[in-house]
Structure formats: C-alpha cells, structure tokens
C-alpha cells in the first residue's frame, strides 16, 4: 500500500512538472520580418525578426539555436548555407545575419526570384525571455511565416551592396571564357582562345588580379597575361582608384609596367531591356583618369625603354535582357603622348567590345563577343568576333 502510494505521488509530481515545463515554452505564432542590409564592417543582409512579446524581452545570451538555412521553397535546394547565417539577439527582435561573401553577382542570384526562399530551422529555435520562459519558432511556423515574406532588395539596398563591394568588380566577377575566334594577319582560320579573369582581396578596400588572353595562334599579338599584384579603391559610388600591373605579350615582343589613377562613378541607368523579368540592373561604370605605362620591350621601337602618359576614359554597362540575356558594353578612350610628354591628335584612339550572353543552366553561359578598334597595349587592330562559353568556375 505504501509502496503504491508513493509512485501515485511520483507520478503526480511528473505530470505536474510536465505541465508547468509546458507553461514555461511559448510558441511563436505571430512575428514580423524585416529586410536590413549592413555595409559596416561584415557586409550583410541582416533579417530582423519581431515577434509579439508581452512586454517582455529577450535574454541576449538565452537561446538553443538549430542549423539555420534559406531554401528555395520549389526544390528545397540550400540557397544560404547554416554557416554563412549567424544570430543576433537584441531587446525586442532578434537578427539573422546572411554574410554577403567575397561574390556579390553570386548572392543576387540566389535572391532572384526571392519571393520561392523561406527560413529553413533544423529544430525549434528556443529564445529566453526576461521572465525566465521561453519562446519557441517551430520549423513549421518559420517556414510558413518566412515564405509568405519576400526577401528581395529594393534597388537602393542593392545599390548599396554593390557601392560596398566596390562597384563593377563586384558584379563581374571573376570567369573563364573559352571558345573560338578569327585569327589575325587576315588569316581564314580561326583560333581557339581562352579569355580569363581572377581577383583575390588583399585587405580592406583593395584586391589582386591576373587576367589574360591566351590563344592557339602564336603570331596573335593580341594574346597576354596581366598581373596587378595591388590595387584599392574608396568606397563610395564615386571612387577614387589606384592599380599597378604588369603586362606581357605571349609572343614576348611587348612588355610594360604601368600604374593607373583614376576616378570611378556610378551614373543612372539608361537602358532597360528586363521586359519586366526580375533582374538585377547594376548602374554604368565611367571611370577617367591618367594611366602611366614603360615598356621595357616593344615591337614599336619608339616605345621601347620610354615612359607615357595616357589619360582615359572608360564605359563598363552590364544589361540584363529579358529574362536570361544579357549584354555587356565595354568602351575605352585614350590618348598617348610621346616620351616627352606631348601629346598628338593622331594618338588620340578608342576600341570598344560588345558580348550578348544567354544563360544554360547555373554559372554557364554560351556568350558571343565582336571588338573592334586599337587595343591600348600593342596598338594593334582589334577587328575580332568570338563566340564560346563562359563560366564562373573561381566563384566562392
């Protein structure tokens, strides 16, 4: 009878304790979402979400987090992995804080169509209140809230990003371009090419390059590689930039070394071939300013073991067109003096190149490319048309 009696109590004190455990938990069913994009320090997208409290406040170091991800919400494919996503807690709403990482062009895709992209919470993400309960946001509850919330940016936070980031470079990132084009010397045969740029941050507001053009025609005089081992750039929409490279010709008849100052602004769009698909429109790039190059090798002997100087002007537009064209503008103006520093108008020459790119699938894109004028580092004719494929294969 003893025995009896005291698993009844046991087993009373356990339900008891059952049910004000269970009072202690409250789940989040009514919270509101909010976009913020952070350029101080990390750069971010920071969603804010405020639930209704009672009055009450979170604890800043009281929470049981769960893997955080954002899924596409048709295919449930990881847009935003757990590791980039990190959490925030404050007074009355707590952050999640979506790092931006080194590929701005990479983080718009994933926020293309934003209104498919929810909260995906491996387990109840549990948040201590002041009263010493809890909040709990079920997976569900996150889900349905977060989906019915759209995460895309409004074209002044997107502006900011790309401000943040540096501008074009930030957009263009870096890419393998690999097809077939004409080959030079009036041939008939065509080259093979492969056209290719990287770029790695060095520290805040700076980064380091090498780019090339390297083609199966040995007698092309165009092909080279190009090494910036530094250049920074203010950040601002209008920047002040400073680069110094290395150019070489693979047939090694030309060699400079150069440092270039110039002034770099976004203008205001003027083209807008969307159609009305949802496409990121980054804004014209003009930059002038004055590049000086010595070429310790040329196959111009006038050029050869001379200093120049060569102001310039430059046009970079990227333009989406319908829903999976795009088209890229590129123009560049200069003009040469001699090694005394005097400059002729029959030096003054310009080229410009032109590519219209259709996306396949992910970071492929089949691309064709026509250049026409004098490139500004041999002075050769550039009269070429290009088609192959490009891809984003060094993106991060």
């Known amino acids: 009878m003893q025995l009896t009696k005291t ?8 339900m008891l304790t059952g049910n004000v455990a269970a009072q202690q938990i409250r789940i989040a069913d009514n919270f509101e979402m909010e976009n913020v994009i952070n350029t101080a320090g990390v750069i971010s997208m920071d969603i804010r979400i ?10 800043p170091s009281g929470h049981q987090k769960p893997d955080i991800e954002i899924r596409d919400k048709l295919t449930d494919k990881t847009l935003v992995p757990s590791a980039m996503i990190k959490l925030a807690t404050g007074r009355r709403h707590f952050t999640l804080v979506v790092t931006v990482g080194p590929s701005l062009k990479s983080f718009f895709e994933k926020f293309q169509q934003s209104h498919q992209a929810y909260i995906y919470l491996s387990d109840s993400l549990k948040m201590a209140l002041g009263d010493q309960s809890w909040l709990a946001f079920t997976p569900a509850n996150m889900q349905a809230a977060s989906g019915m919330q759209s995460f895309d940016l409004t074209p002044a936070q997107k ?20 097809g077939l084009r004409d080959a030079p010397n009036d041939s008939t045969d065509p080259s093979s090419y492969i056209d290719f740029s990287f770029a790695k941050p060095l520290f805040k507001n700076s980064y380091a390059e090498i780019s090339g053009l390297l083609t199966s025609d040995i007698t092309d005089r165009l092909a080279h590689v190009k090494f910036t081992p530094f250049s920074y750039r203010s950040i601002a929409k209008h920047s002040l930039v400073f680069n110094s490279y290395m150019q070489a010709s693979l047939n090694g008849r030309e060699t400079r070394f150069a440092a270039a100052l110039f002034y770099s ?30 070429y310790s090798n040329s196959f111009d002997h006038d050029f050869k073991k001379e200093l120049f100087a060569e102001p310039f002007i430059e046009l970079l537009y990227l333009i989406p067109v319908m829903d999976s064209y795009t088209l890229n503008i590129q123009m560049y103006a200069y003009w040469r003096s001699d090694h005394e520093f005097k400059f002729d108008k029959s030096q003054a020459l310009w080229n410009w190149d032109i590519a219209l790119s259709y ?28 088609l192959g494929f490009l891809l984003s294969t060094f993106e991060q």
């Open 7 to 14: 698993i009844f109590c046991l087993a009373f004190a356990m």
């Open 50 to 59: 405020r639930p209704q409290l009672d009055g009450l406040s979170f604890e």
């Open 159 to 178: 502006d900011s990003l790309i401000d943040a980031k540096s501008g074009y470079i930030s957009v263009f990132n870096n890419s393998i371009d690999a």
């Open 265 to 294: 602004g976004i203008v205001p769009n003027f083209i807008d071939m969307t159609k009305g698909f949802n496409r990121l429109r980054p804004k014209p790039i003009v930059s002038a300013g004055l590049n000086m190059s010595y």
């Open 359 to 386: 996306k396949v699938n992910g970071t492929a894109q089949v691309v064709g490319k026509y250049s026409y004028g004098r490139d500004d580092f041999t002075r050769e004719v550039d009269n070429r048309l290009m």
